[in-house]
């Protein structure tokens, strides 16, 4: 099933010849096999899934025809999926179950598809690696020693492990392209207000989006156009038209200017992973796109700027959860001040601790101007670097991240080296303009093939156009329907 299309699964469910409970047996089959072994998943209601497929082969059988008919989808734990839990992988919200689903879920059941589960994810989606979950880590399929990336951590292993054929994740500073590149998927982080958040649990308002984490270029392509658009529940959605990705991903690259920041190709990147960047850039410029060095300027500054807007919108949002409006309420508790401090203490983990202390304190008495302020300050130059380059060029490419994926456990007592995880992808959410990352080939680490992600960025709600260059290196630098030697031992 790896090497079905989401379109060649819901062709089959609409022309009669499958049904949606099939394939959606057939996903929760393979992940009760290795769900425990690669730690996807935080909830599954096979029951529920089940029911919902049934409706589905109702429709079609009524004479509907959906263009997701029958596909499964897994879910990211910090989005509403109405009957599953949502914990955001944190004991403050254990036992959770929301009473509607998130928008972009509305319209994916609409389309035809199935809510396969809840995956794992950095708890409030605060980390790069998916080992901070307060339930259990997750492990990337390529090699089960290593990190699968994150926040969306979860949802990636589940697409690459063929766990789920596609999947949503949600995006503050590169939590679906980092996870992708990592597993050797496709994450789309699309321009701030094209897709709803109605549902999404925030983190940081200012910059996190949803966005779908596929197999596949052409499959992404298709859940983008399904779940984008705007949305009255949610008042930051842009009212203008979608450009729909499917129509026009063939098209090809030629005539296409792509940017090649000098920023982005320091000392700091693997030179294995450098190499498969740019033969990704070479493979563009050989379908007639031609390749310009082009300079960002800001670009140092963006992990400092991101770390201090991020946690500053995560110090002001996680404030609900305090035992009384939201959230677990410690037990134990004899006083006012025992169920603020108790509850927040108990139920709250290490990384999320921190990042509210250090919003906290940005936004202070005495520090608001020096730190919070003065980040906004350094966002627009950011976001300027971006619009010249854009004048100039049509997109820009360069590698998702500096290293291919880690071991479990190496950055965890380093929260400074965890945070240079994001170094390539968090200007992309601060300047809001969409961004993703495709898979360029592997790379040698400790004789463990490891995939790696080429990531490009374009202007605002040029979504198609970047799906249409990442369809090219795809052609010519991926084979997506490869599944990890993990899985495929085990299917």
Known sequence: MANRTLSAIASDVNGGSSTARAMTSHWLDRMAKWNASLGAYLAVD????????????????????????GVPVAVKDNLHAQGFPTTCASRMLEGFRPPYD?????????????????????????????????????RNPWDTTRIPGGSSGGSATAVAADLAPCALGSDTGGSIRQPAALTGTVGLKTTYGRVSRYGLVAFASSLDQVGPMTRRVEDAALLHDVIAGH???????????????????????????IGIPDEYFTDAVDPQVRARVEAAGKALEGEGATLHRISLPHTAHAIPTYYIVATSE???????????????????????????????????????????????????????????DRALRVRSLLKADFDAAFTKV???????????????????ADP???????????????????????????????????????????????????????YVIEAKCWDPSRVPTFAEARS
Request: glycine content about 10%.
């Open 102 to 138: 998130a928008t972009v879920v509305t319209r994916l059941k609409a389309a035809g598809a199935v809510v396969l589960g809840k995956t794992n994810l950095d708890e409030f989606a605060m980390g790069s690696s998916t080992e901070n979950s307060a339930f259990h880590v997750c």
């Open 394 to 412: 049509d997109l820009v490419l360069c590698p998702t991240t500096p290293t291919a994926a880690f071991k479990l456990g190496e950055k965890v």
């Open 416 to 470: 400074v080296q965890m945070y240079l995880a994001d170094i390539l992808t968090g200007a992309c959410n601060l300047a809001g303009i969409p961004g993703v990352s495709v898979p360029c080939g592997t790379v040698s680490v400790d004789g463990c093939d490891l995939p790696v992600g080429a990531q490009l960025m374009g202007p605002n709600w040029s979504e198609a156009l970047l799906l249409r260059a990442a």
């Open 46 to 69: 096979r029951e529920r899934s089940l029911a919902e497929a049934d409706a589905i082969d109702a429709r079609i059988r009524a004479g509907e025809r959906l263009p997701l008919a």
């Open 314 to 372: 995560a110090s002001s949002n996680l404030a609900r959860y305090d035992g009384v409006h939201y959230g677990q309420r410690n037990p134990d508790a004899i006083d006012i001040n025992g169920v603020y401090f108790g509850s927040r203490s108990k139920y709250l983990g290490k990384e999320v601790k921190r990042r509210i202390l250090l919003g906290t304190w940005c936004l202070s008495s005495g520090f608001y101007d020096a730190f919070y």
């Open 231 to 257: 949305d009255p529940n949610d008042a930051t959605t842009s009212s203008r038209p979608v450009g729909l990705a499917i129509p026009s991903l063939r098209q090809g690259v030629k005539g296409l200017r």
